[in-house]
């Protein structure tokens, strides 16, 4: 069965701490894996992954994929407050996208 | 570019009663389109995804059903709500990564 499992569940750090979130994913199919930061309304999109090792960066957030391993990070440097929210991994097979729980992630000034 | 429209942006209802909403996609042309639920506190889950008119693929099986009567409009349906049924429902349409409507916050009493 398709799957796709983040870590940690839960992670509360201070400003201005690193943090990364990991992402584990088994899917058949696999075309690309995905990250979305979600707040209090619908889930906006960060990343999106198709080769290995290839990273890629978004001002304070980058994320790197690799394909052999089955996993994909999310680091974010500098943590703001602003960055509080549930971050969702997703893996994009042919039909549909699979998500994991997400990481709910609570930057303390 | 492409818009995603949901509404109503908030639905309380009685359990038992008849639940429609509706979701419809600007710019783009047979696009395949999904439905998501999100309970408080959780992942997104699947619920239904269709690829065509009248092309429905149900995910879970639970009081709820979906329909396409046209190429961008997509309609998630049930005749009775159930209490389990509270969440936030996310209309969504896969290009080269999946773009989310605002969603519908549903609590069922």
């Known amino acids: 069965e398709d799957k796709v499992v983040q870590s940690p569940l839960s992670l509360v750090v201070h400003e201005g701490d690193t943090v990364t979130l990991n992402c584990s994913y088994e899917?058949?199919?696999?075309?690309?894996l995905l990250w979305y930061k979600q707040e209090k309304k619908a889930p906006t999109f960060l990343f999106m992954l198709?080769?290995?090792?290839i990273e890629k960066k978004s001002g304070r957030l980058s994320s790197i994929l690799d394909k052999k391993e089955l996993f994909s990070i999310l680091n974010i440097t500098a943590t703001q407050t602003g960055d509080s929210a549930v971050y969702l991994c997703?893996?994009?097979?042919?039909?549909?996208?699979?998500f994991g729980k997400g990481t709910r992630l609570h930057i303390l000034p | 570019s492409q818009t995603i429209h949901q509404w109503p942006a908030t639905l309380v209802q009685p359990v038992g009663s008849p639940l429609s909403l509706e979701c419809t996609v600007e710019?783009?042309?047979?696009?395949?389109l999904y439905w998501y639920r999100q309970a408080a506190g959780r992942g997104l889950q699947l619920l239904f995804y269709?690829?065509?008119?009248?092309?429905i693929s149900s995910e879970v099986p639970q009081n709820l059903s979906a329909s396409r009567p046209q190429d961008r409009q997509f309609i998630l349906s049930s005749k009775k709500l159930l209490l389990s049924d509270s969440g936030f429902y996310l209309c969504?349409?896969?290009?080269?990564?999946?773009?989310f409507g605002p969603g519908t916050r549903l609590t069922v009493l």
């Open positions: 969504a349409w896969s290009g080269s990564t999946q773009y």
């Open positions: 269709s690829v065509g008119i009248g092309q």
């Open positions: 997703a893996a994009r097979r042919d039909d549909k996208i699979i």
């Open positions: 899917v058949t199919n696999f075309r690309s």
């Open positions: 198709t080769s290995s090792g």
């Open positions: 710019g783009t042309s047979n696009p395949n």
